[in-house]
């Protein structure tokens, strides 16, 4: 196809594990529309001219997290960024920095999947529930209070975003973190303690040194870096009591 | 044993990581603890399209509400195709396991005195749908999905595409699959699986469903010998925006938007479904059943009373009486999708619509704990026809349904794994057969003329035709041709992709091939109804036939491939069948 | 939930640059602002200095001053009035992420929390002056 005014130009990287030894960029043209997305030249570039690209996507309506690609430096969810905003191109369309790369645009995150439980991102209770009578009570406000980081679709974008993760990979990251606060905040959740002692390590919320970024780049206006910053309070308090009081009294 | 062919054995494996496959999971670990149990799923679990649900999930709760009312409301909305003592299980079960949920801490929205709140849903004669704002199902898979993380026993399989079940005469005994970080392919035994792979839509042209939405179970377990139950039933959910098919969740409407035509005029009215009346009416107008407001659409554009747009004609969804303040507490994802996707801002502006393929009623039959003809084979969630939904499902029973008969087949499945025997030698050569046939015949394989998104693209085309809001028979007959055609031209698509790592090349191989054998299960079993029944509409058939056709239609595969249909009685307790009647 | 250990293909694991932080304007700012503490650290010193100086009475006092007057100093001293300008700007921006300051169960927005962090150094900084110069 000709480069002209309806069509745009995609540079992308291509990867094959068992024949690259390393990335390269591929360049593409697929039709400039207005109701295009990144993802969509990505699957017109799947269906009709080269069938061999590969990436991730599925609900293409921002939900699922799937599609988190770097598009000109930036990390976005490709069924969310249209490809009009990027005209006249090139665009350039990338794996989520800061991860191992598999394939073309996807990336390994496993990690972030062995971190995630360590969290103990679920409702942690003192008293032991097992018959269910009536709903635990929760009012609106309560539920306010921990509802925007429940958000988090696990997109990745946020790591891909932090330089703090890229050099240090044992950094327990935004979405993780901010999925602990989620539950914390829940008031049916009496398990904040269980998750201080995790993110009191240094892989846990002293890692982040607040670049901010994570926060900027989510879809879903999570807040990680606010997440972060408050749990860092919580730990400088318990670390003050722990050296103030005595244990007993702890 | 050869090298690295059986790549572990488990006690029950379940496929699919939506909200029935954890489901299922969960009920497992917490039933017997020394179970191994895995889980098996092409996609992350939290990618899953549970995901999509925006509405809610249906269940008794208000004190001026019923379990009786719930049934009936289901089983006139099934057109009485629904199974009545599956209905029965179901709505009495739905209550406790929203509030199993609610206590693993998925975010309801609450009532001012902490209790969950309720919403008003289409079909359903009293408020009884819990939800948590319009992003449900997000909110119940990932807190479904993080609650599974507690269950350090459930093993998992993320981004393993299942291929083929393991089975002899009597019972199932694993999968293959092939693992996409890799490219290898491996089995994996189990006494018993559960397929928990959701729905079919992307064997439409236009749908809400998700890209990894192909059938997969369904056609795993078609292909196992399993039948597949009332496939001619696929819901057109009335709303959703045009070009994407992205879903504007019927909540916008049980909280008061109007549906109206090209002359602004409220059109449900015409159709036998109650008269306007300013705030919203239960069972009535805007919240009737979604098979007939999408019918209504269809008559209402060979009226001449829809307006045109690039993607065909559409009417509109007008919230702009609700104010901003209710539509972000109660439908903010429904704003941040029309801002992002259709540019427009539902506070001021009209939102388009027009009918998309949603939800299928049928799919892999199964009995009312899930369990499917072949030993050791269960199947829950849209993958699974029970059938609660029968003709026609009303909106906000199918999250619900994930976690009842989740919850219940994950139970029948760890009883049927307690008592069966060892696996079967035999299955090994069963699993390298289909090694062989991935490996040999489709890795690399070199194209004969023809592409895999052409087929796909006539596929779609021609089920839309087919078996689109009305059918008829000849369509139908003539799509069952194509279909067939399609299936011989599949053999020439070649496989261009020759890396192991995240072939999605060979995986859309076999995705497509299981939506045509869908497709052509949806047509047959059409084309043999010879009635107008809940979504099932014909043209040349349009009355309901209680004579002949209360009844299930179950497809089986010929050993050639070719789709034979029987039929099953419909159970009914209580409720003989009668009239369906809305609005009035 | 335990996920297996599976055979790994031959990923592509990318390097950060030593220059990452020249990438990106958010980054370039966030190195700056920790390139700051230095300078942060510079006035306690030199504060210090002229405390102690101040103590030893005034011929110190004097020497103290005519070294501060020195144009390397005034250059150094601009140079870190600069940075310190920024590290308040920039922490008192991030001030709302940290406290969930919270007024009648309402959330108080970002810019009220801002807003009173300069009112308090305007504050502090007037006292001080008046200290000083009374």
């Given at each position: 196809m000709a480069s002209n005014e309806d069509s745009i130009r995609l540079e992308v990287t291509r990867y094959r594990p068992d024949g690259d030894s390393e990335p390269q960029l591929q360049e593409y043209d697929v039709p400039l529309r207005r109701e295009w997305t990144v993802l969509d030249g990505l699957n017109h570039v799947k269906d009709e001219v080269d069938t061999t690209l590969s990436f991730r996507w599925s609900c293409r309506m921002g939900i699922c997290g799937s599609c988190g690609m770097n598009v000109d430096g930036e990390p976005k969810l490709t069924c969310a960024t249209f490809l009009s905003d990027y005209a006249p191109g090139p665009i350039r369309v990338e794996p989520l920095s800061n991860f191992p790369i598999i394939r073309d645009l996807v990336v390994d995150i496993d990690d972030f999947m062995q971190k995630l439980p360590k969290v103990s991102p679920w409702i942690i209770r003192d008293d032991d529930v097992t018959e269910?009578?009536?709903?635990?009570?929760?009012?609106?406000?309560?539920?306010?209070?921990?509802?925007?980081?429940?958000?988090?679709?696990?997109?990745?974008?946020?790591?891909?975003?932090?330089?703090?993760?890229?050099?240090?990979?044992e950094f327990m990251g935004p979405a993780a973190i901010a999925l602990a606060e989620r539950y914390d905040l829940d008031s049916r959740d009496h398990g904040a303690r269980e998750r201080l002692d995790v993110l009191i390590e240094h892989e846990g919320v002293w890692g982040c040194t607040f670049v901010g970024e994570c926060t900027t780049v989510c879809p879903k206006h999570v807040d990680p870096a606010g997440a972060i910053q408050r749990y860092k309070l919580k730990a400088a308090k318990e670390n003050v009591k722990a050296f103030v009081l005595p244990r007993f009294l702890q | 044993m050869s090298e690295g062919l059986i790549r572990a054995a488990h006690d029950v494996l379940i496929v699919g990581g939506g909200a029935a496959g954890l489901r299922a999971a969960i009920a497992i670990a917490e039933t017997d603890p020394d179970l191994d149990v895995a889980v098996i799923s092409k996609v992350y679990p939290m990618r899953s399209h549970t995901v999509s649900a925006e509405g809610g999930a249906a269940g008794v709760i208000a004190d001026d509400d019923s379990i009786d009312e719930h049934i009936y409301d289901t089983i006139s909305g099934s057109d009485w195709l629904g199974d009545q003592d599956a209905?029965?299980?179901?709505?009495?079960?739905?209550?406790?396991?929203?509030?199993?949920?609610?206590?693993?801490?998925?975010?309801?929205s609450r009532q001012d005195d902490g209790r969950v709140a309720v919403r008003p849903f289409g079909g359903m004669k009293k408020k009884r749908t819990w939800f948590a704002a319009d992003k449900t199902g997000f909110h119940m898979l990932h807190t479904l999905f993080q609650t599974t993380l507690k269950y350090r026993e459930v093993k998992r399989y993320d981004e393993v595409f299942v291929t083929r079940l393991l089975h002899d005469d009597d019972r199932v005994h694993g999968v293959v699959g092939i693992g996409l970080y890799s490219g290898k392919i491996q089995a994996v035994t189990a006494k018993?699986?559960?397929?928990?792979?959701?729905?079919?839509?992307?064997?439409?042209p236009f749908t809400t469903n998700a890209n990894i939405n192909t059938g997969d179970g369904m056609g795993l377990a078609y292909r196992a010998g399993a039948p597949l139950k009332d496939m001619e039933f696929v819901q057109y959910h009335p709303t959703g925006l045009p070009f994407t098919g992205i879903l504007i969740t019927e909540a916008t409407r049980a909280e008061g938007g109007w549906l109206i035509n090209k002359d602004g005029y409220r059109y449900l009215q015409d159709y036998d479904l109650g008269k306007p009346t300013?705030?919203?009416e239960l069972r009535s107008m805007e919240l009737g059943p979604r098979d007939r407001l999408s019918q209504a659409?269809?008559?209402?554009?060979?009226?001449?009373?829809?307006?045109?747009?690039?993607?065909?004609?559409?009417?509109?969804?007008?919230l702009r009486h609700l104010g901003a303040d209710l539509i972000d507490t109660k439908l903010p994802f429904v704003r941040e999708l029309c801002l992002k996707y259709e540019r427009i801002d539902p506070v001021h502006e009209l939102i388009p619509v027009r009918p998309v393929v949603h939800y299928m009623m049928g799919g892999v039959h199964t009995d009312i704990d899930g369990a499917t003809p072949l030993g050791g084979l269960y199947a829950a969630g849209e993958t699974a026809c029970v059938s609660i939904n029968?003709?026609?499902?009303?909106?906000?029973?199918?999250?619900?349904?994930?976690?009842?008969?989740?919850?219940?087949?994950?139970?029948?499945?760890?009883?049927?794994?307690?008592?069966?025997?060892?696996?079967?030698?035999?299955?090994?050569?069963?699993?390298?057969?289909?090694?062989?046939r991935l490996e040999r015949d489709l890795l690399g394989k070199e194209s004969g003329g023809e592409s895999m998104a052409a087929i796909r693209g006539e596929l779609q085309a021609t089920m839309e035709d087919a078996a689109g809001i009305y059918r008829t028979g000849p369509e139908m007959a003539k799509g069952i041709d194509t279909l067939r055609e399609l299936q011989q031209r599949i053999g020439r698509v070649g496989i261009a992709d020759t890396s192991r790592s995240f072939n999605t090349e060979l995986l859309a191989a076999l995705e497509l091939a299981n939506m045509l054998d869908i497709g052509e299960c949806i047509l047959q079993s059409g084309l043999q109804r010879e009635e107008s029944r809940g979504a099932h509409q014909r043209t040349d058939f349009p009355d309901r036939d209680d004579e002949q056709f209360l009844k299930h239609q179950l497809v089986y595969r010929h050993r050639d491939g070719t789709p034979r249909v029987e039929s099953m009685p419909v159970t009914i307790t209580r409720w003989p069948p009668g009239e369906r009647v809305y609005g009035r | 939930m335990t996920t297996p250990d599976v055979t790994e293909p031959r990923v592509h694991r990318p390097t950060m640059s030593t220059w990452w932080w020249t990438k990106k304007r958010s980054y370039f700012v966030f190195v700056m602002r920790e390139l700051?503490?230095?300078?942060?650290?510079?006035?306690v010193a030199f504060l210090l200095v002229l405390v102690a100086a101040v103590g030893r009475g005034d011929a110190a006092y004097q020497d103290f001053l005519d070294w501060a007057a020195a144009p390397w100093m005034v250059a150094i001293n601009l140079i870190a009035f600069a940075f310190l300008v920024l590290h308040v700007v920039t922490w008192f921006s991030l001030t709302p992420k940290a406290m969930d300051v919270r007024i009648r169960g309402e959330k108080a927005p970002a810019a009220v929390i801002i807003a009173s962090q300069y009112v308090g150094l305007a504050v502090v900084s007037a006292f001080v002056l008046w200290l000083v110069t009374r």
């Open positions: 269910i009578d009536g709903e635990y009570l929760q009012t609106p406000e309560e539920l306010d209070a921990y509802k925007q980081f429940s958000m988090c679709i696990n997109c990745m974008l946020c790591y891909a975003a932090c330089p703090v993760y890229g050099l240090d990979p | 209905i029965e299980a179901f709505v009495n079960e739905a209550p406790r396991e929203l509030l199993q949920l609610e206590h693993w801490g998925c975010p309801w018993a699986v559960i397929l928990a792979t959701g729905g079919c839509g992307k064997v439409f300013p705030t919203p659409f269809v008559h209402e554009v060979e009226k001449g009373r829809t307006t045109d747009s690039p993607w065909g004609p559409i009417v509109h969804l007008d029968g003709a026609n499902r009303l909106g906000s029973n199918s999250l619900p349904e994930c976690l009842v008969f989740g919850a219940r087949a994950g139970r029948a499945a760890a009883e049927f794994a307690r008592s069966a025997g060892p696996t079967p030698g035999v299955i090994e050569a069963q699993a390298a057969d289909e090694v062989r | 700051s503490s230095f300078f942060i650290a510079w006035f």
